[in-house]
Antibody, heavy 121, light 109 residues
Framework: QVQLVQSGVEMKKPGASVKVSCKASGYTFSLHGINWVRQAPGQGLEWMGWISGYNGNTKYAQKFQDRVSMTTDTSTNTVYMELRSLRSDDTAIYFC??????????????WGQGTPVTVSS | EIVLTQSPGTLSLSPGERATLSCRASQSLSYNYLAWYQQKPGQAPRLLIYGASSRATGIPDRFSGSGSGTDFTLTISRLEPEDFAVYYCQHHGSSPMYTFGQGTRLEIK
């Protein structure tokens, strides 16, 4: 069965960086992209970006363009999301989600459990 | 950039009633590139509907999606206790690019 397992809780100081991992299993990694979505406390869902499982190409939301990097390790089927220059308003739960595709319609069909990131001095 | 506006912000209904949730796009959506998700407290979102009207695997048939262009609807025909949650619509554009609505909270009346 498809599983996305994320790394654990992170606590960071303002200005630091955080790197969250998402290990995929149960499907052919190269056939699906992975997206990152975050959710601040009590708020809605915010898309951060996408990375191809095939060739590592990326597309970032404009809001995060200058601070985020997404990478893959195909030897372990793991995706990483690094967010730099952290601020208090980056405090959120960060989810990875697999991109499904059916006749051109795309959606997030499997999600990781979420990684809480707290940014505080 | 397309903006998705969901209404109402909160919907209060009783089990057994019908729920109608709206998602309006700021521009017409190509090919009905619209999905719906359900999120319960402390959980990751769950895919319900894609392509505006196709149910995802394992989703009960009391959930249905409809609409085209700029106006889309998620209908839950008869509410079960486990359906009370927050619902999000999502659009995917080219390149890829994704946008979520702000969510509708469905609460027990």
């Amino acid at each position: 069965q498809v599983q996305l397992v994320q790394s654990g809780v992170e606590m960071k100081k303002p200005g630091a960086s955080v790197k969250v991992s998402c290990k995929a299993s149960g499907y052919t990694f190269s056939l699906h992209g992975i997206n990152w979505v975050r959710q601040a406390p009590g708020q809605g869902l915010e898309w951060m970006g996408w990375i191809s499982g095939y060739n590592g190409n990326t597309k970032y939301a404009q809001k995060f363009q200058d601070r985020v990097s997404m990478t893959t390790d195909t030897s372990t089927n793991t995706v990483y999301m690094e967010l730099r220059s952290l601020r208090s308003d980056d405090t959120a739960i960060y989810f990875c989600a697999r991109e499904g595709n059916n006749h051109g319609w795309k959606y997030f069909d499997y999600w990781g459990q979420g990684t809480p990131v707290t940014v505080s001095s | 950039e397309i903006v998705l506006t969901q209404s109402p912000g909160t919907l209060s209904l009783s089990p057994g009633e019908r729920a109608t949730l709206s998602c309006r796009a700021s521009q017409s959506l190509s090919y009905n590139y619209l999905a719906w998700y359900q999120q319960k407290p402390g959980q990751a979102p769950r895919l319900l509907i894609y392509g505006a009207s196709s149910r995802a695997t394992g989703i009960p048939d009391r959930f249905s999606g409809s609409g085209s262009g700029t106006d889309f609807t998620l209908t839950i025909s008869r509410l079960e206790p486990e359906d009370f949650a927050v619902y999000y619509c999502q659009h995917h554009g080219s390149s890829p690019m994704y946008t979520f609505g702000q969510g509708t909270r469905l609460e027990i009346k």
